[in-house]
Nanobody, 123 residues
């Protein structure tokens, strides 16, 4: 079993930056990839970005390209999401996801979830 704990959310103004962290524990070494999803009020949970641990490769949703950067520290079993030029529409609960078999890009297929961290961007 893998436990995922997010941190770094908060209230910021439009144009600000924020860095989220997700620390894995338990059988963290079994994770093939880790990712970030987000869920705005009344909306579905959507893929944001993913990091493949062994190769270091990354994947991004179109809306995240150019503003968000995902990175990982395998020694710390931690993945980060650097978010720049934040917009009010980025307001959501951001969830960390981890999978042992592939790159988690579809919420319904994810095996492991964190509890989420709230990001609120004011205009």
């Amino acid at each position: 079993q893998v436990q995922l704990v997010e941190s770094g959310g908060g209230l910021v103004q439009a144009g600000d930056s924020l860095r989220l962290s997700c620390a894995a524990s338990g059988r963290a070494s079994s994770l093939y990839a880790m990712a970030w999803f987000r869920q705005a009020p009344g909306k579905e949970r959507k893929f944001v970005a993913a990091f493949t641990r062994r190769s270091g490769s990354t994947n991004y949703a179109d809306f995240a390209k150019g503003r968000f950067t995902i990175s990982g520290d395998n020694a710390k079993d931690t993945v980060y999401l650097q978010m720049n030029s934040l917009k009010p529409e980025d307001t959501a609960v951001y969830y960390c996801a981890g999978d042992t078999w592939g790159v988690p890009m579809v919420a319904s297929a994810v095996d492991n979830w964190g509890k989420g961290t709230l990001v609120t961007v004011s205009s």
